[in-house]
């Protein structure tokens, strides 16, 4: 059994930047960034697994497992003589973790939504006088965002332009979080899935991932857990269908709304691990296997 070999890791947690662009290559800065995170992300390691750390290691005779099994992180199990574990094809990685996907299913803040074009994003943004929040389509750790106050300047034009040249964007009113929850899950081939325990994660005002613990009770509110809970359950569905299979999760908030106190039950999906799979899903993932 895989799970006996263990499974040789390559943490790639800058996937969304070569979804978005095949041929990205990492700078020195967002190198620096990754390493940071990487510290946290290898929680996801058993006691009988290695980590791929790109020299000319090998690994024969292991599975290979990657955070997001994207073409690098395959050729880096190659280079180590390793076979992957069964896993998604690029196309389907790249539609299920983009922003378009989980705006679909309309379980984000009431005035959420996915513009292509630069005429109707202006319509939007001159609707209220009220602080918008933009987000690229394949982005990570609050990267490809931009917050808009007022008129948009040359500077927030220019990004603007950048992005809807390559895809869309999403749009929606910039609020500030009370509480931010998450939900991990897993769905296998056969579009099973299971789902894990809420959980409260600390992250920055701009979306960098802190920390992340178990729901205490009475922290949620009944009808805040319920529609988490469904979020899940309809994302795991849509997931499935779309041919996606393995690790997912989705991120939620508390808010406040003119006064008042809301939730939304679905901000993100992350179709891939993530750094709080191993303590909200009730296995780790070396007990797991796709074979």
């Not at 679909?104 to 001159?126: A, F, I, N």
């Amino acid at each position: 059994m895989s799970e006996l070999l263990g499974f040789a890791w390559v943490l790639n947690l800058d996937a969304e930047l070569e979804m978005a662009e095949p041929s990205y290559s990492a700078r020195s800065r967002v190198l620096a960034q990754l390493e940071r995170y990487g510290r946290g992300a290898r929680a996801l390691l058993g006691p009988r697994d290695v980590l791929l750390d790109g020299s000319d290691q090998t690994a024969l005779g292991q599975t290979g497992r990657a955070w997001c099994p994207t073409p690098r992180a395959l050729a880096r199990m190659a280079k180590a003589g390793v076979k992957p574990e069964p896993h998604p094809s690029l196309t389907v990685l790249q539609a299920v973790n983009h922003r378009r996907f989980a705006a679909d299913l309309s379980l984000g803040l009431p005035e959420q939504r996915y513009v292509e074009d630069r005429v109707k994003l202006d319509e939007v943004l001159r609707k209220k006088e009220r602080g918008w929040l933009l987000k690229r389509s394949l982005s990570f750790a609050g990267r490809g965002q931009q917050r808009i106050f007022g008129k948009v300047d040359a500077k927030q034009s220019a990004w603007i332009d950048a992005s809807l040249r390559r895809t869309g964007l999403v749009i929606e009113p910039l609020v500030t979080p009370a509480l931010e929850v998450s939900l991990h899950g897993f769905i296998w081939r056969d579009r099973r899935h299971e789902l894990g325990r809420t959980c409260v994660q600390e992250v920055s005002d701009r979306g960098v991932f802190r920390s992340i613990r178990l729901t205490r009770a009475g922290e949620l509110l009944p009808g805040e857990e319920r529609q988490l809970v469904d979020a899940a359950e309809q994302t795991a569905a849509a997931l499935g269908a779309a041919g996606y299979f393995g690790p997912f999760g989705i991120d939620g908030y508390r808010y406040s709304s003119d006064g008042r106190s809301a939730f939304c039950a679905l901000s993100e999906i992350n179709a891939r691990y993530s750094m709080g799979f191993v303590t909200g899903f009730p296995r780790h993932p070396s007990e797991i296997s796709l074979e």
